[in-house]
């Protein structure tokens, strides 16, 4: 594993935790954009465990990399749909979305690089 697979792995992992612990906590400026992009906000904590079993799996994934590919790919296809609900509402603040979704696909890319 070279050093740019450990950095951008890193801060992906360390930015989704903080992210799921602000989903879990219900941050209120995190909640009023769930709620205004018509995402019902009783499913928060499965929200917030998923993020949180995503930094697990890619940190993780950092020693068997299998698991950091499937944790990657899978923040992908979350952060795919997040970007979609927000186009979907019209809502304007998609930058931390297309942010989280240009790192997601930069590890997944990265991850598949340096496993085969």
Do not use: C, D
């Amino acid at each position: 594993m070279n050093l740019t697979v450990l950095v951008i792995t890193s801060l992906l992992a360390f930015a989704v935790a903080g992210s799921a612990i602000a989903t879990l906590a219900h941050q209120p400026k995190l909640v009023a954009i769930v709620a205004a992009i018509g995402f019902p906000t009783r499913y928060l904590p499965l929200l917030g465990a998923i993020k949180l079993a995503a930094a697990l799996g890619l940190s993780a994934g950092l020693l068997y990399p299998p698991l950091g590919i499937a944790a990657a790919l899978g923040l992908v296809v979350y952060f795919t749909a997040a970007l979609g609900m927000h186009i979907h509402a019209r809502h304007r603040e998609i930058a931390p979305a297309v942010v989280f979704l240009a790192l997601s696909i930069a590890t997944s890319a990265l991850m598949i690089s340096a496993a085969t």
